[in-house]
């Protein structure tokens, strides 16, 4: 987002505050949680369900409280959750690339608030890179390429103008609607292919889902508190891991300085959660039972919402409406390696079909600041288009990228890729998706129904479960953070301040039939 709009935007953020901004059309009922039933003070016990980094971190404030009966319960072989790198290319040509997160958003500026993740991958020497998103890309379309870096600035002053307008709806108390609703009142219809793929750049490759399915208020606001100074924000820069490690090294060495062999399962899948207000027990896919006075869950949206896992009782009919309102968005990036690079010298390429979202982003890693002479590029689809791709053989899918990318260079004699390969991360039963997006018709009541305690005894965090941070890494770090210190106060004693709850998320006005 453009800086001018970036500090528009922050003015009536900041004035408003941020729990007011996506319900003007709702009310609801509070439930304040605190009388709670507890353990002897300083004795508790906790499970921390899930080794991503909400759940790393929720263990390393447990620890610097003095709180060491806990356990991490993870289903893979390894800490790191939705970091998750893989080996890829032909035989001694493998790179380690990242199937998942894979750019650390806003870094520091000056000696303003640094991104807790940028913080830890400079302690553990992470090794990242700039991705220049902006400055240095080409545009394609199906007759090859094609400058259309005008209308692509366009679509980029056309998003800074939604986010203006979003801030004038929240100033007038008006309702929110889909950042589609928001573009058409703006005057900004993409309807040529150019056009569409431009804006699609700024926007789903962002969140992962169209303007139809995105809150206009939510979106406009998606970015700024990790950019923008103005807001708090760690300003502009990105980096992008390159690190031969994995992305997930600096997030393993950090649990290695304080973690205990015995404080971590691996390779357990949950199965069942068994809760109430005296504590909380936890059925492995093995049989194992785990019991303690606490649990923290740390599960995806996606799999929450897939009843991948069962509770008993059932969560709470507010709890339940809560996670089916959000949205588990589907970021996918397609990898090919080549005998040699013969493509586009620019960091990124954008291209245009009449499908919008179709093939449409694509990067170059065999590139001087990333993996030269790697003969790799990757190109990224996202929400339906990785849904539907994910029904298909891997063959087909690579028939379809290759018809796209000869579409793009009909000068060049295209071979075939020597080794191809994509994630499946909507059908993958740990995660059942990317990163959580907000749309339109969830409140700021439901997010807090979201985040909310259930039965005094059990916690939920992640990256979904972040009001200003939502679908961010840093996300994931600061709700295992507020959690682990909420937990930690309830086994101190004597306050427990859990997270209320809202009994009812209404409409401000009655129905008019």
């Not at 319900?23 to 605190?34: Q, Y």
């Given at each position: ?49 899930g080794g991503g980094v909400a759940g790393v971190i ?9 709180i060491t009966n806990f356990k991490i319960v993870e ?439």
């Amino acid at each position: 987002m453009p800086p001018v709009y970036r500090a528009l935007l922050s003015s009536w953020l900041l004035a408003l505050g941020l729990l007011a901004v996506v319900c003007p059309g709702s009310s609801a009922l509070s439930v304040d949680d605190k009388e709670g039933r507890r353990h002897p003070t300083g004795h508790g016990s906790v499970l921390i369900l899930g080794g991503g980094v909400a759940g790393v971190i929720a263990a390393r404030t447990l620890h610097e409280r003095g709180i060491t009966n806990f356990k991490i319960v993870e289903a893979r072989g390894e800490l790191g959750g939705r970091l998750f790198s893989q080996t890829f290319g032909a035989p001694g040509r493998e790179v380690t690339l990242e199937m998942g997160a894979n750019w650390i958003q806003g870094t520091q500026t000056d000696d303003g608030p640094a991104n807790p993740i940028w913080t830890l991958a400079q302690k553990h020497n992470l090794s990242t890179h700039f991705n220049d998103w902006f400055g240095s890309i080409s545009t394609y379309d199906s007759t090859g390429a094609v400058d259309y870096l005008d209308v692509f600035n366009d679509a980029g002053d056309a998003y800074g103008e939604l986010t203006v307008a979003a801030g004038a709806r929240v100033d007038r108390s008006l309702v929110d609607g889909t950042a589609r609703t928001g573009y058409s009142l703006i005057k900004s219809n993409a309807r040529t292919p150019h056009a569409m793929a431009s804006e699609y750049y700024q926007f789903d490759w962002e969140y992962a889902q169209t303007p139809e399915e995105s809150s206009w208020i939510a979106s406009s606001w998606g970015n700024n508190f990790t950019y923008n100074t103005d807001q708090g924000g760690f300003g502009d820069d990105n980096q992008m891991s390159l690190d031969q490690r994995g992305f997930k090294h600096f997030i393993q060495t950090e649990a290695a300085e304080f973690l205990q062999p015995h404080q971590v399962l691996l390779n357990a899948t949950v199965r069942n959660i068994t809760y109430s207000s005296s504590g909380v027990s936890v059925r492995l896919a093995d049989g194992q039972t785990l019991k303690a006075d606490y649990a923290i869950c740390t599960f995806s949206l996606g799999v929450l919402q897939h009843d991948d896992v069962i509770f008993d009782p059932p969560l709470p009919g507010w709890k339940q409406e809560a996670i089916q309102s959000m949205v588990m968005a589907t970021y996918t990036k397609i990898f090919l390696q080549f005998p040699e690079k013969f493509w586009f010298d620019s960091e990124m390429a954008l291209y245009a079909d009449l499908e919008r979202g179709r093939y449409p982003v694509w990067q170059s890693l065999d590139h001087e600041n990333f993996f030269p002479g790697s003969g790799i590029v990757f190109v990224t689809v996202t929400g339906d288009y990785s849904l539907r791709i994910e029904a298909l053989s891997d063959e087909t899918v690579q028939d379809e990228v290759m018809g796209v990318l000869r579409s793009m260079l009909p000068n060049v004699t295209v071979p075939d890729p020597v080794a191809f390969h994509f994630p499946r991360w909507a059908s993958d039963p740990l995660y059942r998706g990317s990163y959580s997006n907000w749309p339109s018709s969830f409140f700021s009541q439901h997010h807090e129904n979201l985040r909310a305690t259930v039965d005094h005894r059990l916690w939920f965090a992640g990256e979904a479960t972040s009001q200003k941070y939502f679908g961010f890494l840093h996300g994931a770090y600061y709700e295992g953070q507020d959690v682990g210190k909420k937990v930690a106060k309830c086994i101190k004693g004597p306050e427990c301040d859990e997270l209320k709850h809202v009994a009812e998320v209404t409409n401000a006005q009655p129905y008019i039939i």
